[in-house]
């Protein structure tokens, strides 16, 4: 398998590695897996005034599904919650170069985002 | 589909025997077997091969309970499926995550004995779910396949799935250590 420089970077250097505290309010915490490869993904996201403030993740697998992983919450930091529903799988796959066997590494990537998001939706809910 | 129950001669079931299996083996084999072909035409010999190989796949494939597990489910119409998984829950992907990070440090680490006990812990843990595909495949079939029972057992299948894989790439990372 060749990889990508951009892949091997984040395979190299993980952005946001972490995790934060998935009982607080303003955390949304998505988990998420693809038993075939063994791999499981934790993403997170602290929001404040509707603001992604810091995204963390936590990814056992593949170098694909690292970078993928790296890549998102890197991407999160800085969006509304609005703005990080449009993040979509194949902008990741073009970011990274994926080849066509890792595509679901980063669609294991969207998933995880729609979780967490799901997460602190239904928190905010819950609240008021 | 291919169904390797068929290719070896044997009802469709999640409890099946060793030694019933590689009978099994043996006997579909009989016919197929190199010796039978040594003076037939190159046509014939590489059919015969082929064939052979098939076989050898459909016993491998069935000897393992989870591949067993997964080819039942697929034959009946509930394929897995590829990529992200919607059956497990939260928590389990939590424990999952645990299990992987110790996996993580028992891979670093340098001390056998615990990699030792480690290993049999997950094994215990796919053991578990072994037994209780075991009964759920057993209630299914007494249900005659019915979709409404289908849900658990995939449930289980893929809890075992990702244990599996994590013991196998954990066995296989250490060995390389320590040859």
Not at chain 2, 26 to 52: C, G, N, T, V, Y
Not at chain 2, 85 to 92: A, G, I, K, L, V
Request: hydrophobic residues 35%.
């Amino acid at each position: 398998m060749v990889y990508s420089e951009k892949v091997i970077d984040h395979y190299e250097n993980p952005r946001n590695v972490g995790s934060l505290d998935k009982d607080a309010d303003n955390v949304g915490t998505g988990i998420v897996g693809a038993p075939e490869c063994g791999d499981v993904m934790k993403l997170q996201i602290q929001v404040e005034d509707g603001v992604i403030k810091d995204a963390k993740f936590k990814t056992f697998g593949c170098g694909s599904a690292i970078a993928s992983s790296s890549l998102a919450t890197e991407w999160l930091k800085g969006r509304t919650i609005e703005e990080a529903t449009e993040i979509r799988n194949v902008d990741i796959v073009e970011e990274l170069a994926l080849p066509p066997v890792k595509i679901h590494c980063s669609v294991l990537a969207e998933d995880a985002i729609k979780q967490a998001l799901a997460d602190y939706q239904k928190k905010q809910e819950e609240k008021s | 589909m291919h169904d390797p129950f068929l290719l070896l001669n044997l009802p469709r079931g999640f409890d099946l025997d060793d030694c019933v299996l590689r009978g099994a083996l043996i006997k579909a084999s009989l016919d197929w077997h190199p010796d039978r072909f040594a003076l037939a035409s190159e046509q014939e010999r590489q059919r015969a091969e082929a064939k052979m190989a098939e076989l050898n796949e459909a016993y491998a494939q069935l000897r393992d309970p989870l591949q067993r597990a997964e080819i039942l489910l697929s034959l009946a119409g509930f394929p897995l499926g590829e990529g992200s998984d919607h059956t497990s829950s939260p928590e389990f992907l939590m424990e999952m995550m645990e299990w992987k990070e110790k996996a993580a440090e028992h891979e670093k680490g340098d001390n056998p004995e615990q990699l030792h006990v480690f290993c049999q812990q997950l094994q215990q843990e796919i053991d578990q779910r072994v037994e209780k595909l075991r009964d759920g495949f057993r209630a299914w079939q007494k249900a005659d396949y019915c979709p409404g029972t289908v849900a658990p057992l995939r449930a289980l299948l893929t809890e075992a799935i990702y244990l599996q894989r994590t013991l196998d790439s954990l066995q296989e990372a250490t060995q390389h250590h320590h040859d």
